[in-house]
């Protein structure tokens, strides 16, 4: 009790100056530096989300041009998948707490960390800087499909170098990942002890690694048919527009995993804590990521059925994406055991976790819609897909890195947030989220395709329903973030370990010191989340 | 009776799925919840540390697998005639270019709107004048890509009278959301009589006529309102800025330079307007020569 009391300098107080932060080599600074930056895009292309939605809202012109409108969706698509969602848990979580779960002091590369950081940076300027510069942002959609990409006059170029440069971003932040999960882990701690947070990010970077090189050679080529006229996709000048398409979705599918995995991680710490017992099939949970991974890169075919795609190679890739359904399935079942004979601590992180697993749930089982070859050529590129993906990325992801933000937030400032504020904008969030997508599945199964300026008279009702949700998502989201925002500055001091949990991270101080432990953690014995309190079960 | 041969497949694969999803959500869902309140603090101060189960494990991999294949199998039923079409179908070639539809049928006819006979398999010979474009019946749940420089093609039949959208469903550029047609599925005798009827363009303006024909009007207008390029109203005479290679010009529109920029549509840019966007058609002399004989008409 007395060391704890004893003063000691935070990782916020060890250094001084803007400097000290913008080349800091410290992992929890640089995630830091990821949290303000992501956080400052979701805000951007929530903006860009509600805008279209009020175009949407009543048929015709309400807002905009349609020029403008597609590249609103455009820029949205691109700063929501680039800067937002596949760096979200693994560039600020996976930054600040992987080291910390390990029971280490850093990342293997602490350099290259910051440099992944810097190339973020670069990344980020690029896709903003289409909005001053040549004849504006991209109006191709956030997939660059050729040859319309080749033909428009917007600036195209520009975009695709900004998803090259963070591309690279990505691989980087894996390589440190993989190494630091190889080399780093305190002594003692095997891969089988190792917290679930951990196996997902393990996943995640070698997808990362392995996927993003093929998206950006893919980039690369559109920037050359637009620059030098090489004919590569474009068929006036003799190339093939569908090898675009395949080599965009041999990285764009398993990126998708990119943005699941890590969540998944999220969830798997969230719920043994707040549980305060250990985890149900903790191997079954730890494979299946890497399962999910693997299988992962085969399917990609699935955005293509409609493309002219062999009744051979269709029912291959149908019955692949089938197949990753089952280790997913297999990790919602173990949560959901995982609640069983639990002590249930209903708190914010908690009841993002569940709703993760709601929203996650419809956006899976609408997944095996489209991966069902017959209900896909009738639904393919309609708005039951923008709904899918939604529910997949913003109900499933994006609940997992406010989940997490509720979690580590006491850890990561030291302070506490007002848990009445944040359940209210969970709940409002929750309730929010599901008025603005659920009326896009049925718009879907009704026959409005996506990227629609205008629609159909027939659409309209629904199309009102989201528009109204939309209002209430970014409501909420607001409340949510001035929350964390007051309490990271005013909050109450919160205790180092105030959820009671058991990896390692909650063995140190909050904020942690600039070396994150003072003494070796010690590991709990026989498994990560082996609560010493519970009863054992035989 | 359903609207097209495919209806039934896709929908039985559709709602099998969402029939065994929405099982799963409910059935999740409400242990979820049981479980928030049976074993939360209050009621159950102590945890059970319970590792796991093989048994379970297995069952929930076995179960999800029969399921899924199930799912699978279906969606690959209801999609497999979609593949090939009966050899007495009927062809149509449809084309489709910058925010426009045109079928052609063999005796040399052609129109914006599909007309087919009921209950006669029809096949859509698909061709895309410029980028990709995707012909989407909602009604007879079908779509199928249409992509440049590839012979692809989509069969179906209609089954039930009336007349029914198409629209694109590929991403095709501003006016995507506008490329809109329609299916009319009529009665045999009525549907030869309409493909017999003659196309009567004689009184017309030939160079209009090849204006309709090349979709000049998805992106001019002739009335002097702004639409994806500049209107034709007044056109000749008028003068405005350009920009050629990053320079701007200002010059006055006359034959010459409307017969260069429909053979070099990417060598200039009205400036405000996207680049990119005007097609190359393959034009004899003569045929532009009759569209400037008729745009210089347009005051
Ligand atoms: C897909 C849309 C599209 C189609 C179809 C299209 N145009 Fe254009 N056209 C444009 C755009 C956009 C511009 C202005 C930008 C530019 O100069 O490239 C333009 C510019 C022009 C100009 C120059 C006008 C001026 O004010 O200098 C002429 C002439 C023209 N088009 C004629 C035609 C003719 C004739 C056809 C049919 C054969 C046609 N266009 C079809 C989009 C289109
Ligand atoms: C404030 C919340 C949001 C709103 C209101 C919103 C709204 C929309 C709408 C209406 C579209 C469809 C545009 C069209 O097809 O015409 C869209 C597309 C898209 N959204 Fe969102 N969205 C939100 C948040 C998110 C988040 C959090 C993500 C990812 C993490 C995301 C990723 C995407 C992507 C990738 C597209 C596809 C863009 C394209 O078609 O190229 N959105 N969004
Ligand atoms: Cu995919
Ligand atoms: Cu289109």
């Given at each position: 009790m007395t060391v704890d009391t004893l003063p000691y300098t935070t990782f916020f107080k060890a250094k001084k100056g803007i400097m000290s932060w913008l080349f800091t080599l410290d992992h929890k600074r640089v995630a830091l530096l990821y949290l303000y930056s992501i956080m400052t895009f979701f805000l951007v292309g929530a903006s860009l989300g509600i805008l279209m939605r009020l175009e949407l809202f009543h048929p015709g012109k309400d807002i905009v041009e349609p020029h403008t409108y597609n590249q609103i969706f455009t820029l949205h698509g691109v700063i929501m998948i680039f800067l937002f969602i596949i760096p979200s848990i693994p560039a600020v979580f996976g930054n600040f707490f992987l080291p910390l779960l390990l029971g280490t002091d850093d990342v293997a590369f602490p350099k290259l960390n910051l440099f992944s950081f810097w190339l973020y940076v670069i990344g980020a300027l690029f896709a903003l800087g289409t909005l001053v510069l040549g004849d504006g942002p991209a109006d191709t959609?956030?997939?660059?499909?050729?040859?319309?990409?080749?033909?428009?006059?917007?600036?195209?170029?520009?975009?695709?170098?900004?998803?090259?440069?963070?591309?690279?971003?990505?691989?980087?932040?894996?390589?440190?990942?993989?190494?630091?999960?190889?080399?780093?882990?305190?002594?003692?701690?095997?891969?089988?002890?190792?917290?679930?947070?951990?196996?997902?990010?393990?996943?995640?970077?070698?997808?990362?690694?392995?996927?993003?090189?093929?998206?950006?050679?893919?980039?690369?080529?559109?920037?050359?048919?637009?620059?030098?006229?090489?004919?590569?996709?474009?068929?006036?000048?003799?190339?093939?527009?569908?090898?675009?398409?395949?080599?965009?979705w041999i990285y764009s599918h398993p990126a998708v995993y990119i943005m699941a995995l890590p969540a998944m991680g999220i969830v798997s710490e969230i719920i043994p804590t707040f549980a305060q017992r250990t985890i149900f099939g903790y191997k079954a949970i730890a494979y299946s990521s890497m399962?999910?991974?693997?299988?992962?890169?085969?399917?990609?075919?699935?955005?293509?059925?409609?493309?002219?795609?062999?009744?051979?190679?269709?029912?291959?890739?149908?019955?692949?994406?089938?197949?990753?359904?089952?280790?997913?399935?297999?990790?919602?079942?173990?949560?959901?055991?995982?609640?069983?004979?639990?002590?249930?601590?209903?708190?914010?992180?908690?009841?993002?976790?569940?709703?993760?697993?709601?929203?996650?749930?419809?956006?899976?089982?609408t997944g095996l819609v489209n991966g069902a070859l017959a209900a896909d050529i009738h639904l393919h590129d309609t708005y039951f897909v923008v709904g899918h993906f939604h529910y997949v990325m913003?109900?499933?992801?994006?609940?997992?890195?406010?989940?997490?933000?509720?979690?580590?937030?006491?850890?990561?400032?030291?302070?506490?947030?007002?848990?009445?504020?944040?359940?209210?904008?969970?709940?409002t969030l929750l309730i929010g989220f599901n008025i603005l997508y659920f009326p896009m599945i049925i718009l879907g199964i009704m026959g409005m395709p996506r990227r629609y300026y205008d629609y159909l008279p027939e659409f309209t009702f629904w199309n009102q329903i989201s528009t109204v949700g939309s209002w209430i998502t970014v409501s909420s989201l607001i409340v949510l973030i001035v929350n964390l925002f007051v309490a990271a500055n005013k909050g109450k001091k919160a205790p180092d370990n105030p959820w009671d949990g058991i990896t390692l991270e909650w063995q140190t101080k909050s904020p942690p010191p600039l070396e994150n432990f003072d003494k070796m953690p010690k590991i709990p014995e026989g498994g990560p989340y082996n609560y010493p309190n519970a009863k054992s079960s035989s | 009776m359903y609207a097209s041969n495919f209806v039934e497949g896709v929908d039985f694969s559709l709602y099998f799925i969402l029939a065994i999803s929405v099982f799963f959500l409910v059935g999740i869902t409400a242990v979820m919840i049981y479980f928030l309140f049976r074993y939360r603090k209050k009621r159950n101060p102590v945890a059970t540390n319970i590792e796991g189960s093989w048994t379970l494990e297995i069952i929930w991999t076995v179960v999800p697998t029969i399921l899924v294949l199930m799912m699978f199998w279906y969606g690959w039923v209801g999609y497999r005639p979609m593949l090939t079409a009966p050899d007495d179908a009927m062809e149509i070639q449809a084309v489709g270019q910058m925010w426009k539809w045109t079928f052609n049928y063999d005796n040399g006819k052609s129109s914006d709107t599909l007309?087919?006979?009921?209950?006669?398999?029809?096949?859509?010979?698909?061709?895309?004048?410029?980028?990709?474009?995707?012909?989407?019946?909602?009604?007879?749940r079908l779509k199928q890509d249409v992509v440049p420089g590839k012979d692809f093609s989509m069969w179906f039949i209609g089954q039930k009278l009336g007349r029914y959208d198409i629209l694109c469903a590929e991403y095709c550029g501003q006016l995507h959301s506008y490329m809109l047609s329609s299916v009319t599925v009529v009665e045999n005798d009525e549907f030869d009589k309409w493909l017999a009827e003659e196309q009567d363009n004689s009184?017309?303006?030939?160079?209009?006529?090849?204006?309709?024909?090349?979709?000049?009007?998805?992106?001019?207008?002739?009335?002097?309102?702004?639409?994806?390029?500049?209107?034709?109203?007044?056109?000749?005479?008028?003068?405005?800025t350009i920009i050629v290679d990053d320079k701007e010009e200002t010059i006055t529109v006359d034959a010459d330079f409307i017969k260069h920029k429909l053979q070099n549509p990417l060598s200039s840019n009205v400036k405000g307007f996207q680049s990119g966007l005007m097609p190359k058609l393959p034009l004899s002399d003569q045929e532009i020569s009759h569209i400037i004989d008729y745009v210089s008409t347009i005051k």
């Open positions: 959609g956030w997939t660059f499909y050729a040859p319309y990409s080749v033909r428009t006059g917007t600036n195209v170029t520009m975009s695709v170098v900004a998803a090259f440069v963070l591309g690279f971003s990505s691989i980087l932040t894996g390589l440190n990942f993989i190494v630091t999960i190889h080399r780093l882990r305190t002594p003692g701690m095997g891969f089988n002890q190792m917290p679930l947070f951990a196996w997902s990010l393990y996943a995640t970077s070698w997808i990362q690694l392995l996927a993003t090189p093929v998206i950006g050679i893919t980039l690369l080529m559109i920037v050359a048919e637009r620059v030098f006229g090489v004919g590569l996709f474009d068929p006036s000048i003799g190339g093939d527009p569908v090898l675009y398409q395949h080599m965009f399962a999910i991974a693997f299988i992962g890169y085969f399917v990609w075919g699935h955005h293509m059925f409609t493309s002219g795609m062999s009744g051979p190679a269709a029912y291959i890739f149908s019955i692949l994406t089938f197949l990753v359904a089952i280790p997913t399935s297999i990790k919602v079942f173990n949560w959901l055991a995982t609640l069983y004979k639990g002590s249930i601590n209903i708190e914010t992180p908690l009841l993002f976790a569940l709703a993760f697993i709601f929203n996650f749930l419809i956006g899976g089982l913003f109900g499933g992801t994006g609940f997992a890195f406010f989940g997490a933000l509720h979690y580590w937030f006491p850890k990561i400032w030291g302070k506490m947030y007002n848990k009445k504020v944040a359940n209210t904008a969970f709940a | 007309v087919i006979p009921i209950d006669k398999p029809i096949k859509l010979n698909l061709v895309s004048k410029d980028v990709l474009h995707s012909l989407y019946i909602p009604a007879f009184n017309e303006h030939p160079g209009l006529t090849l204006m309709k024909k090349n979709a000049c009007f998805s992106c001019h207008t002739t009335d002097g309102s702004r639409l994806v390029g500049p209107s034709f109203k007044g056109v000749v005479g008028r003068s405005e």
